[in-house]
């Protein structure tokens, strides 16, 4: 619903910042969302119910370490290793293991200087140490800006949301406002999910699999249910995804500590 119209009046101008102030509500549809409900008439209901934060939950978090995008780490406590679905990009930025990406940047250094001179003398030895911190220290880098730029951000947004569900009929702010964050959702938070989901299941386009879960989510969300049943779900997606996000922070952080910890222990011998 919308609280309180501002229009202005047939003969009167409007002023800026008084237009309608939106609420969860009225949001949660699919009028406002720029969908039509008789395009999702086909989606059964298994894939909505696919969608259901309790059977997306396996594929993100606690995945099999073998996973193609399996990342993991241990959390604060724990004896055991969690390991989480990341997208392709991720997976390429964040250091799975920190002492195989140092191997990694020593062996090819030492490779490439064995063609002049023998990869046991001293001086390429040394060099194959500065490269290996070299490494640690460059990924180490872009985790940090990634986890400053990227997943706190995002964190944020959906704590904010969160906030919104404990009051579902409260003034949500201006139309433009709100619109920006729900598409930042949408595309970067519930679309980055659905992509590590994507990843680690092996979807293609061909199969139609990406459309299909966008479209069960879009229909869980906006246009399924009453208007109480979709502020639930939303309320439940918006919980997985802070689990989430919550785990990739901490594997990050556990990331950087021990990209700290290997350029102390390894710079001594310098």
Known sequence: ????????????????????????????TPE???????????????WVEWAAPEHLRPSLIDIAWDDRSAVGYKPAGSNRRTWLAVTPEEYQ?????????????????????????????EVNQLAAQRAGIHAVESRSETMQTYLAHIVEPRIKQIDRFKESTEYPNLNRGNNQKVRQRFEYLQQFVIGDMLRAIGNQRAWTTESGKPKRAEQAITKRL??????????????????LAGDYYGHKKALLLTKIWESKKYIKDNSASD
């Open 1 to 28: 619903m919308i609280t309180r119209s501002r229009e202005a009046a047939p003969g009167q101008i409007a002023i800026p910042g008084l237009e309608p102030r939106l609420s969860l509500v009225h949001i949660l």
């Open 32 to 46: 406002y969302m720029g969908v039509r409900a008789e395009d999702y008439a086909d989606v059964p209901a298994a």
């Open 93 to 121: 930025m964040f250091a799975r293991d920190v002492s195989w990406l140092a191997r990694t940047a020593i062996n090819g250094t030492l490779n490439a200087r064995a063609r002049t001179i023998s990869p046991f003398a």
């Open 222 to 239: 906006y246009i399924d249910g009453s208007p109480s049943q979709r502020a639930a779900n939303f309320r439940d997606l918006l919980e």
